[in-house]
């Protein structure tokens, strides 16, 4: 067994705190691409990959700032329909 970088890692990881902080558009783009840099891992079972840890975390900060933006767009239709039929 020999250990890897994957190249995307630190990628995944920026754009996953990206997504928190600065644009939320960022989360599905880190979550997508996390996800495939781990099934990449997960494809060659004899690397001990090093920065494994910073695809899952970027990763997973994609996939909350992803669920925050489909709750606040739920919020969102659910508050102009109330205000239509408020106005009928």
Known sequence: MHTREHPQG???LVLGILSLVVCGLLGPVA???GNRAIKEMDAEPGVVWSNR???AAGRICGMIT???LIV???AFAVAIVVAVLANN
């Open 53 to 55: 840890g910073n695809v």
């Open 31 to 33: 979550w997508g691409m």
């Open 72 to 74: 606040a767009a739920a």
């Open 10 to 12: 630190t990628t995944v």
């Open 66 to 68: 992803s669920i925050i």
